[in-house]
């Protein structure tokens, strides 16, 4: 199936790709092979890296759609590449506890730095580049702090987007080297429809494992406000584990999703990429629940020919 948000850009992402690697060829040893592993894993032409995409494709979509000057695309398009991992490694450590925590914290400021200086190249210290910079950190700082003791799903699902809020540094870098900083507020609150919709299906592949860490989960939410639990909680309790794969809450959590794809693709914003892009996101989520739905129907009917087989047997 052709994907018109990511097909026509490959070679834009191998030059991205390609930049970044010589930027964490320069790391000391041995984090310097480290880094090159974590980016050939979020690398798509590589492998399946999930749908990390929205990182820093969006200068690339802005340079087909808008007339971004391709060297600026490509160079903020790292910038953003830089910038997610870094936040990649922030959220495993907030999240998995990995046993390599230090090694992952001490690269994720090698990261760091390297943004900075991509961003500081095409934005100088008097752009309105750094205020943005700065509330989108503070969001995601406010929403990562929040997630134990704040239901944001149930108060707004928009609200689970802030946790991935510096990925929006893509869009308004690209709308301010385009001089058009008006768009911003309009085309941010689009992509962050995408965001929501990305942390949706994250969350719904990555329930049990949430559960099991304690991790806010945006499915444990809708279930948990279906039923009348509070949440976050932790442990989740039983009633909530038991209804993981309940027909209605699943497909009601699609439902949602779908609903923001509509306001979306009425927006009339122009970004047809990202469009495509969140309505992939949603046909993967509702697939995702065929397959669940498609295999409990397989588990009842082989229980019931068994149940079947035992009755004749024993007759």
């Known amino acids: 199936m052709r994907r018109e948000w990511f097909d026509p850009f490959k070679s834009d992402v191998e030059v991205v790709f390609a930049a970044a690697e010589q930027l964490v060829q320069k790391y000391p040893e041995p984090m310097s092979e480290?880094?090159?592993?974590?980016?050939?894993?979020?690398?798509?032409?590589?492998?399946?890296?999930?749908?990390?995409?929205?990182?820093?494709?969006?200068?690339?979509?802005?340079?087909?759609?808008?007339?971004?000057?391709?060297?600026?695309?490509?160079?903020?398009?790292?910038?953003?590449l830089m910038h997610m991992l870094y936040f990649l490694n922030q959220d495993e450590v907030m999240d998995e506890r990995p046993a390599d925590t230090t090694l992952k914290l001490s690269l994720g400021n090698l990261y760091y730095m390297d943004a900075l200086c991509a961003y500081s190249e095409l934005f100088s210290l008097s752009s309105p580049f750094w205020t943005y910079f700065r509330q989108y950190v503070e969001d995601w700082a406010m929403s990562v702090t929040g997630e134990n003791s704040i239901d944001y799903f149930k108060r707004s699902p928009l609200l689970i987007a802030q946790k991935a809020a510096p990925l929006q540094l893509g869009t308004a870098g690209s709308l301010l080297l385009l001089e058009q900083g008006h768009r911003i507020t309009?085309?941010?609150?689009?992509?962050?429809?995408?965001?929501?919709?990305?942390?949706?299906?994250?969350?719904?592949?990555?329930?049990?494992?949430?559960?099991?860490?304690?991790?806010?989960?945006?499915?444990?939410?809708?279930?948990?406000?279906?039923?009348?639990?509070?949440?976050?909680?932790?442990?989740?309790?039983?009633?909530?584990?038991?209804?993981?794969?309940n027909t209605q809450f699943m497909n009601s959590?699609?439902?949602?999703?779908?609903?923001?794809?509509m306001k979306l693709t009425s927006s009339n914003l122009g970004i047809p990429h990202l469009e495509a892009f969140n309505s992939y996101l949603c046909s993967i989520l509702g697939q995702a629940v065929q397959n669940i739905e498609q295999h409990k129907k397989m588990l009842l009917q082989g229980g019931f020919h068994y149940w079947m087989s035992e009755q004749h047997h024993g007759s």
């Open 186 to 245: 309009s085309v941010c609150s689009a992509v962050n429809i995408a965001l929501m919709t990305l942390q949706m299906t994250d969350d719904f592949t990555d329930t049990k494992q949430d559960a099991v860490h304690g991790n806010y989960n945006s499915f444990l939410s809708h279930i948990s406000t279906a039923l009348e639990h509070p949440y976050p909680a932790h442990p989740v309790s039983e009633c909530v584990h038991d209804n993981v794969y």
């Open 34 to 80: 480290h880094a090159l592993e974590q980016i050939h894993l979020v690398n798509p032409l590589l492998r399946d890296s999930g749908h990390s995409y929205i990182g820093y494709i969006i200068p690339l979509w802005m340079h087909l759609s808008d007339g971004l000057p391709q060297a600026k695309a490509h160079r903020l398009s790292t910038a953003c």
């Open 253 to 261: 959590y699609v439902n949602i999703a779908r609903q923001y794809n």
